[in-house]
């Protein structure tokens, strides 16, 4: 029997509907399998002496670390101005005051 997220593959495909499946894959992609494994050994490997990228001693690491390096370079201020979250925090009352 086929297994798949944990379920036989015939349940799947009779109960899981294909946007969450897809969901799914879209997880293990960001999040590949075992990539908590080869993050430790990638940082035991690195006290060694190892100077290398880690997605070029593990291929699981490359979206994570990139994930990271995305979250460091900060906000996209514009995408934040038109957000539903900046709206309310203009129109908000009470409290210290907001400005643009």
């Known amino acids: 029997m086929a297994y798949c997220l944990g379920m036989p593959v015939y349940k799947i495909l009779e109960e899981m509907p294909h946007s969450e499946l897809n969901g799914w894959f879209d997880y293990f992609k960001m999040r590949p ?3 908590r494994e080869d993050d430790r050994a990638y940082k ?9 990228p880690p997605g070029a001693l593990f ?42």
């Open 33 to 35: 399998y075992g990539w």
């Open 44 to 52: 035991y490997i690195q006290t060694q002496g190892y100077k290398d």
């Open 59 to 100: 291929s699981s690491l490359t979206p994570i670390y990139n994930r990271e390096k995305e979250d460091k370079e900060g906000v996209n201020i514009n995408s934040l101005k038109n957000s539903i979250l900046y709206s309310k925090m203009l129109s908000s009352t009470g409290g210290k005051v907001f400005k643009e």
